[in-house]
């Protein structure tokens, strides 16, 4: 089965501390891919990164970096020096080629506090 | 039209009742998706369409139906709505021949139905 868990439902953090948001995923697939979307508290859903499975560099996006690691079946999210405008849900999702389609973890809420 | 326009933007609905989202594109996106967002349940497929004239069931199809009698339209029809169809109902689109490619959604359309 096909499966993406994000453990943490909901973290708060002070302003400029670090934080990392989990993704645990379950595939039989060989190629797939991997999603971070934003959801502020405007409610649209922001894309933010998408990795391929065949490459386990990780990225960084100014305070943003993502740790993939295949070995564990995780794609962890990091925010360095958090900001208020960071609160927001994030949600994980993995897109199998089997399927066609995106699964969507059920979401961390992150709450910058100032 | 940029990018997907969903309406209505919110809606209260008597139980029993017809009611059909619209959902519209202007990308050529040749595949298209509905899900529906509940508190702690992340986002859930509800029917998906890899392309014109072609639909198959997502995660939780029962209670709704779906056309795509075109490339740009893919209306959600709630046959005879009942109260726990209440959500936030976000229609996406992706090109699928495009290997990994994200999701573009629509602002999302609240339904409440009483």
């Known amino acids: 089965a096909q499966k993406v868990t994000q453990a943490q439902t909901e973290i708060s953090v002070v302003e400029k501390e670090d934080v990392t948001l989990d993704c645990v995923y379950e595939?039989?697939?060989?190629?797939?891919?991997l999603f971070w979307y934003k959801q502020p508290p405007s409610g649209e859903l922001v894309f933010l990164i998408r990795?391929?499975?065949?490459?386990?560099q990780n990225e960084i996006s100014g305070r943003y970096s993502w740790n993939f690691q295949k070995s564990t079946s995780s794609f962890n999210f990091t925010i360095t020096a958090s900001q208020v405008v960071d609160s927001a849900v994030y949600f994980c999702?993995?897109?199998?080629?089997?399927?066609?389609?995106?699964?969507f973890g059920s979401g961390t809420r992150l709450s910058i506090r100032p | 039209i940029a990018g997907i326009t969903q309406a209505p933007t919110s809606q209260i609905l008597a139980a029993g009742r017809r009611m059909t989202l619209r959902c519209t594109q202007d990308?050529?996106?040749?595949?298209m998706y509905w899900y529906r967002q509940d508190l702690g349940l992340g986002l859930r497929l509800i029917h998906y369409s890899n392309t014109a004239g072609t639909t198959g069931k997502g995660e939780v199809p029962d209670g709704y139906s779906v056309s795509r009698a075109n490339t740009d339209d893919f209306p959600l029809t709630l046959a005879s709505a009942v109260p726990s169809q209440t959500s936030v109902y976000f229609c996406a689109s992706s090109d699928s021949a495009k290997q990994g490619g994200g999701y573009t959604f629509g602002s999302g359309t609240r339904l409440t139905v009483v």
């Open positions: 990795r391929n499975s065949f490459d386990e």
């Open positions: 990308m050529r996106h040749n595949a």
């Open positions: 595939t039989r697939d060989t190629t797939y891919y």
């Open positions: 999702a993995p897109g199998y080629s089997s399927a066609s389609k995106i699964i």
